[in-house]
């Protein structure tokens, strides 16, 4: 994914001309900027100041990218001119759209956000809104100029998390290359992250946390939080203790005959919140008592879930993306860490079927269903000027149907490549739906067919939508099958015909013969019949 990795916005004296600011791409390869877009805000009106579209850009082999004033060293690929980059309380956000146009003057907006850094240089000033709407329940970051006699930065330290400003601390500038971090830990993943969590229904004592890291690495110093409902205030917390396994995973079973620690945790303190999401994390700190609000400092990692998908946000926002489990059933689900697609990097909870102790169960591109849906609507207005989100809307949808339809426990990372356009009034939707293994792949097909079938229309974010015929099967298919039910008719009919012909040719032919040599009646007796036959 593609990050903010340094920001400095003041330099010593009055020059301001060595300000920039870093991106980086996680891949560590040349990376295609193509939809991106930089947004600088103002502090004072939370509004848009600058604004840079960096389609047509790309980072550098190693992933990095460089926007900065002419003083700067290696060459900025985009120049500013010297004092742009305001000293704050001010912000910086990376974007991402195809179809959202970002200007100057424009409000602060969360609307395609990837990333962002909410900074000041002076203590005493603030930045409330931008931190509300970019970096939800954090503080604002403080270059401390007093960290050095030389020019610093705020540099990406801690943690390859988007939208967090704990990951952030003060250091010298490295344009271009690696940040000069304290730790040696910059840039690399947790020691120990959440692998799985199992959700169990009804009354079934089967549900547990987790977690994976390098074997034998120790949980000492560490601690599980849970955060429920809407206020987003600690419920529970656990001290970990123990090393992580042989198999690289750890697993905390959180009910009466396993606990060891005489924490009382039963099921309720790891159910989803009927309002609001809850979430559990793991910190490098202490226990952490009862009714503290969530917060990112120490955060090692989370996982936010929650019953609805319109439920998801809130104070919990900031922890990371909401991820939605049926609450209906009684049967346990977990939600599990899996890989998003086939080139990414990039892992993401999907819903699945309990495995602890073992691989997580993932959808898999062996499994997969194609998806050519064909859907009326009135007008595609909405559709384009909104993509996005009414890309991700619809996604909720079908997840939704195939979910009530069949129980096959999926969830929105089963939706794989899903695109839409929209001309004149219909809507072509084009994509995947994995599954995790042959039967669900089935069920999934059976739920397809019937959608495509049902006249019943459905709603995507208000608009009404209706399934149309004109694109369930591409065009080609009826054509080519009719074509080659039409061969197999003429076939036959040719074999008929060519049969009857050859049989009448036959038959003009004898009559031919016998025409031509009419027989001897006086000695007819006498020719053999050998040579009549050969006659004939």
């Not at 926007?67 to 912000?91: E, F, H, K, W, Y």
């Not at 949980?219 to 429920?228: C, H, R």
């Not at 690289?248 to 959180?254: E, K, Q, S």
């Not at 602890?356 to 997969?368: K, M, R, T, V």
Request: aromatic fraction near 8%; hydrophobic fraction near 35%.
């Amino acid at each position: 994914k593609l990050l903010i990795n340094e920001v400095n916005p003041d330099n010593p004296g009055g020059g301001e001309d060595a300000e920039y600011i870093e991106l980086f791409y996680t891949g560590r390869r040349r990376f295609d900027l193509q939809g991106y877009w930089l947004v600088l805000y103002n502090g004072k009106n939370s509004r848009a100041y600058r604004v840079l579209d960096l389609s047509g850009h790309h980072t550098d082999e190693l992933g990095y990218f460089l926007v900065g004033s002419s003083a700067v060293s290696p060459a900025p690929m985009i120049r500013l001119p010297p004092n742009t980059i305001q000293n704050g309380a001010d912000a910086v956000a990376l974007y991402h759209s195809n179809t959202t146009l970002y200007t100057v003057n424009m409000a602060v907006t969360a609307e395609g956000l990837v990333d962002a850094v909410v900074y000041t240089s002076r203590m005493p000033e603030k930045a409330d809104q931008l931190v509300k709407v970019l970096v939800p329940g954090q503080s604002i970051l403080y270059e401390n100029d007093s960290h050095s006699t030389e020019d610093e930065s705020l540099s990406r330290c801690h943690s390859l998390s988007a939208k967090l400003q704990s990951s952030f601390q003060v250091t010298t500038v490295t344009p271009l290359g690696e940040n000069f971090c304290s730790s040696s830990s910059a840039l690399a993943p947790p020691a120990v992250r959440i692998s799985e969590l199992c959700l169990a229904g009804g009354t079934t004592p089967f549900h547990f946390v987790e977690l994976e890291g390098k074997p034998g690495t120790s949980l000492g110093g560490l601690s599980l939080v849970f955060f429920l409902g809407k206020e987003g205030k600690a419920h529970a917390s656990v001290p970990l203790r123990g090393t992580v396994g042989a198999t690289g995973l750890f697993v905390f079973a959180l009910d009466g005959g396993h606990r060891h620690d005489g924490t009382n945790l039963t099921f309720k303190d790891i159910s989803a919140a009927s309002e609001g999401s809850s979430a559990i994390a793991v910190y490098s700190t202490s226990l952490i008592p009862d009714g503290t609000k969530a917060t990112s400092e120490n955060l090692v990692d989370a996982l936010v879930y929650t019953c609805e998908p319109s439920t998801a946000g809130g104070h919990l926002d900031f922890l990371g993306p909401s991820y939605a489990v049926s609450c209906k059933d009684d049967r346990p689900v977990s939600l599990s860490r899996c890989a998003c697609g086939n080139a990414s990097t990039e892992l993401q909870f999907a819903v699945s079927d309990p495995t602890p102790g073992l691989q997580n169960s993932c959808p898999q591109d062996a499994f997969a269903v194609d998806l050519h849906l064909c859907l009326l609507t009135p007008n595609c207005s909405t559709w384009t000027l909104h993509h996005r989100r009414m890309l991700d809307s619809l996604g909720r949808v079908l997840v939704s149907s195939l979910e009530e339809k069949c129980s096959c426990g999926v969830s929105e990372l089963y939706l794989q490549e899903l695109n839409l356009t929209c001309v004149g009034s219909v809507v072509k939707v084009q994509g995947q739906v994995w599954a995790r293994q042959p039967e669900q792949q089935q069920s999934i097909e059976t739920w397809r067919q019937a959608f495509l079938a049902s006249p019943h229309p459905f709603s995507v974010d208000g608009t009404e939508l209706k399934t149309s015929p004109e694109c369930l099967v591409p065009k080609n298919a009826p054509s080519v099958l009719h074509s080659g039910a039409s061969f197999q008719g003429w076939e036959i009919a040719l074999f008929v015909v060519g049969s009857l012909l050859l049989m009448f040719l036959l038959v003009s032919l004898a009559f031919y013969v016998v025409k031509r040599h009419p027989p001897n009646y006086t000695n007819i007796e006498m020719n053999d019949r050998g040579e009549i036959a050969a006659d004939f």
